[in-house]
């Protein structure tokens, strides 16, 4: 595998538009628990926008580790801090009063694997505080950022590199993707196997066991506290979940399941392609 320098200089962001909320579940494109309408409101409540990482001031940088704090174990503000600063982007979702309700951070990776070369967005850190959760404003943002990357290069594939604490955020990749790695009802095909290895192991080196497709480090980086890692017996049962449990048992010790998908309008579900597709037309 060869990284090369990203150039992104084409890619543009903004914040999202009035018409662009809806609702997106986890699972399925069935409707969502919440209503429509509740969901709008709580996403017209929020404003996301998207910034470079070398943009943020030690106060954003403060503010955001505060709330990742909250929820996860085992971490500190110089681990936060390192694992920031290799990333290119944040994407930072507010409440009207200007109070920090969650983040994602992001790297654009350039990569040749076996002779083809692609782009990755790898997430890095993420998370929505409680009193939000069920608001789109943050994914919605994250998805038509992905079809502006897309936009700067149409011809090279797309992919979304995620590595996964939890149970929710493998949920999303259903939520987005018709085709997506590793799931439960199929295996995982070579030449996927052989991207999320390539990649995993650039970042991650000894870290990434290949056989077990999971990033664990000999002390954990990271992990969500124990009342946000519980789930419920009738949670536990769904296909999806029940899949991830298997396959990263050691989640709630700061393990990590590498996950891939690709970012193509053909491969989203209905609402996250028009979504994508707007950032591609932007």
Not at 122 to 150: C, E, M, N, P, V
Not at 185 to 205: G, K, N, S, V, Y
Not at 247 to 273: I, W
């Amino acid at each position: 595998m060869h990284l090369r320098p990203r150039n992104t200089q084409c890619i543009a962001v903004r914040p999202p538009r009035s018409d662009d909320v809806g609702c997106m579940t986890t699972g399925s494109e069935r409707p969502c628990v919440q209503s429509a309408a509740a969901a709008v409101r709580s996403s017209r409540r929020l404003s996301a926008t998207i910034d470079h990482v070398t943009s943020l001031d030690d106060r954003a940088i403060g503010a955001m580790f505060e709330l990742y704090d909250a929820y996860y174990a085992a971490t500190s503000r110089p681990l936060f801090e390192s694992d920031l600063s290799n990333k290119d982007y944040v994407v930072t979702l507010r409440e009207p009063s200007g109070q920090l309700a969650g983040f994602s951070t992001l790297d654009v990776m350039e990569a040749e694997i076996g002779g083809a070369s692609l782009r990755a967005i790898y997430s890095g850190d993420t998370i929505i505080d409680y009193a939000h959760w069920g608001t789109q404003a943050l994914a919605f943002t994250w998805i038509r950022f992905a079809g502006t990357i897309k936009a700067c290069a149409p011809e090279k594939p797309l992919y979304w590199f995620l590595i996964v604490k939890g149970h929710r955020t493998y949920r999303y990749l259903s939520a987005f993707a018709v085709d997506f790695h590793p799931r439960w009802d199929r295996p995982t095909p070579a030449p996927a196997r052989a991207i999320m290895d390539a990649l995993a192991q650039h970042r991650f080196a000894d870290a990434y066991d290949a056989k077990r497709g999971v990033v664990s480090f000999p002390r954990s980086r990271g992990h969500l506290k124990p009342q946000w890692a519980m789930i419920e017996p009738e949670e536990a049962a769904r296909q999806d979940v029940s899949f991830f449990l298997r396959s990263n048992p050691g989640y709630t010790r700061g393990d990590e399941l590498v996950c891939l998908t690709e970012l193509a309008a053909a491969n989203l579900r209905p609402l996250a392609r028009r979504v994508f597709q707007q950032g591609f037309d932007a």
